[in-house]
């Protein structure tokens, strides 16, 4: 059995997939009204309306800064930095849509950087592709709306720039995707990770913002770790910084993309494909996962005595494939770490699984039925996942 907590390179550099140092902290505070939901959400603060909740929802584009921060340093390219915003806020936004939230958002960002590495042509195309990002959103049907931010000049904090963002909505309880739906005997639609949806303007290599501590260093090569002593925590150890095979401008193996522009390639959001799924088919949703921290794992803190079977996963894509040979990363952490090639996925019974595919493939989005849900085989009656890899079966137990 695969263990439930990474163990190897990635805990090495710092990083914990299943953050179980944190959520053996907030496990035990309030979970808000609906316990079981994607977000904790809490009663109306706001306007005090009973009929109303509120959600708070704070995350980022993670180390995934730093690459772009490598690209901007050599290429003098600010613009790369307009991908990180969209990042940041899309991290925020699909975790959302996972409690059926897309209306009435306000959010604002937080960037921290080293004013000397991270000049104002960097920080002008953080802030204006973050409004720029927003507007592209609301003419999708996403009413997000920009509340402002905070920039910080954190040199003693930073070696190079920090970009985060947090969203605030209020919504009905009534439309709220509850996660206690999530049980025995629902099909699991995944939406693909890569390709190019309709509304994207550059194919998108599905690499999402988690992992990127390790794709960065597995990837890149040892002169990264000399030309930017600032990208890395110098306690970690010097075999697992930047100890790759490329360059950012190498072409990635059965791909059109450079490294660089795979790893970059900006976090594809699934509203558009979850909005049109609650609007024209009420009711089809029993539940949501956006596979973000913990990769394939993601799912087995929702539900309850649920044993989550994924038996058709979707093909990986050519970046994670590059990752995984350049690395030697066991197939395990392979799965926990990234997406693997599906980032969103979708619970519903089995004879509305078509269309949930059907709704996906209208907007050049990719999906199958990549396995279902069934009565957890724990003793204990706890939830379990198993990952069909090859000839292998790789299992995940429950997050403690």
């Given at each position: 059995?695969?263990s439930?907590?990474?163990?190897?390179?990635?805990?090495?550099?710092?990083?914990?997939?299943?953050?179980?140092?944190?959520?053996?902290?907030?496990?035990?505070?309030d979970?808000?009204?609906?316990?079981?939901?994607?977000?904790?959400?809490?009663?109306?603060?706001?306007?005090?309306?009973?009929?109303?909740?509120?959600?708070?929802?704070?995350?980022g584009?993670?180390?995934?800064?730093?690459?772009?921060?490598?690209?901007?340093?050599?290429?003098?390219?600010?613009?790369?930095?307009?991908?990180?915003?969209?990042?940041?806020?899309?991290?925020?936004?699909?975790?959302?849509?996972?409690?059926g939230?897309?209306?009435?958002?306000?959010?604002?960002?937080?960037?921290?950087?080293?004013?000397?590495?991270?000049?104002?042509?960097?920080?002008?195309?953080?802030?204006?592709?973050?409004?720029?990002?927003?507007?592209?959103?609301?003419?999708?049907?996403?009413?997000?709306?920009?509340g402002?931010?905070?920039?910080?000049?954190?040199?003693?904090?930073?070696?190079?720039?920090?970009?985060?963002s947090?969203?605030?909505?209020?919504?009905?309880?009534?439309?709220?995707?509850?996660?206690?739906?999530?049980?025995?005997?629902?099909?699991?639609?995944?939406?693909?990770?890569?390709?190019?949806?309709?509304?994207?303007?550059?194919?998108n290599?599905?690499?999402?913002?988690?992992g990127?501590?390790?794709?960065?260093?597995?990837?890149?090569?040892?002169?990264?770790?000399?030309?930017?002593?600032?990208?890395?925590?110098?306690?970690?150890?010097?075999?697992?910084?930047?100890?790759?095979?490329?360059?950012?401008?190498?072409?990635?193996?059965?791909?059109?993309?450079?490294?660089?522009?795979?790893?970059?390639?900006?976090?594809?959001?699934?509203?558009?494909?979850?909005?049109?799924?609650?609007?024209?088919?009420?009711?089809?949703?029993?539940?949501?996962?956006?596979?973000?921290?913990?990769?394939?794992?993601?799912?087995?803190?929702?539900?309850?005595?649920?044993?989550?079977?994924?038996?058709?996963?979707?093909?990986?894509?050519?970046?994670f494939?590059?990752?995984?040979?350049?690395?030697?990363?066991?197939?395990?952490?392979?799965?926990?770490?990234?997406?693997?090639?599906?980032?969103?996925?979708?619970?519903?019974?089995?004879?509305?699984?078509?269309?949930?595919?059907?709704?996906?493939k209208?907007?050049?989005?990719?999906?199958?039925?990549?396995g279902?849900?069934?009565?957890?085989?724990?003793?204990?009656?706890?939830?379990?996942v198993?990952?069909r890899?090859?000839?292998?079966?790789?299992?995940?137990?429950?997050?403690?």
């Amino acid at each position: 059995m695969a263990s439930s907590t990474v163990t190897g390179r990635y805990a090495l550099r710092g990083v914990s997939a299943g953050k179980e140092d944190v959520h053996a902290a907030v496990d035990k505070l309030d979970r808000g009204i609906f316990a079981g939901a994607f977000c904790k959400i809490t009663k109306d603060y706001l306007t005090g309306l009973k009929s109303r909740c509120n959600v708070i929802h704070s995350d980022g584009s993670g180390t995934k800064s730093i690459i772009a921060y490598l690209w901007y340093r050599e290429t003098g390219d600010a613009s790369v930095f307009r991908g990180i915003s969209q990042d940041s806020i899309v991290m925020n936004i699909d975790d959302l849509l996972c409690i059926g939230a897309a209306e009435r958002i306000l959010l604002s960002n937080t960037v921290n950087r080293n004013a000397k590495n991270v000049g104002a042509d960097a920080l002008a195309n953080l802030i204006n592709g973050s409004e720029e990002f927003l507007g592209k959103l609301r003419k999708l049907g996403v009413k997000v709306f920009s509340g402002g931010g905070e920039t910080a000049d954190t040199g003693d904090l930073t070696g190079a720039v920090v970009v985060d963002s947090c969203a605030v909505a209020v919504m009905k309880r009534s439309e709220v995707i509850t996660g206690d739906k999530i049980r025995p005997g629902l099909s699991i639609v995944g939406l693909s990770s890569w390709g190019k949806a309709s509304y994207e303007d550059f194919e998108n290599s599905g690499i999402g913002s988690n992992g990127l501590t390790s794709a960065r260093h597995d990837m890149l090569c040892p002169y990264y770790r000399k030309a930017y002593p600032e990208t890395y925590d110098a306690n970690t150890p010097k075999k697992l910084v930047y100890c790759g095979p490329y360059m950012l401008d190498d072409k990635l193996p059965e791909s059109r993309m450079t490294v660089g522009e795979a790893l970059l390639s900006p976090t594809r959001t699934y509203a558009p494909v979850v909005m049109k799924l609650l609007k024209k088919h009420p009711g089809l949703v029993k539940g949501l996962v956006h596979c973000s921290g913990g990769g394939q794992t993601k799912c087995v803190r929702f539900g309850r005595g649920v044993h989550f079977v994924k038996d058709d996963m979707m093909p990986v894509p050519p970046i994670f494939k590059a990752i995984q040979s350049a690395s030697g990363t066991g197939d395990s952490e392979m799965y926990e770490v990234y997406n693997m090639g599906h980032r969103m996925e979708v619970y519903c019974k089995p004879s509305d699984a078509d269309k949930v595919v059907k709704v996906s493939k209208s907007f050049g989005i990719d999906a199958r039925v990549i396995g279902r849900t069934e009565k957890s085989r724990r003793a204990d009656g706890k939830n379990h996942v198993s990952i069909r890899c090859g000839d292998r079966v790789l299992e995940y137990g429950p997050r403690d």
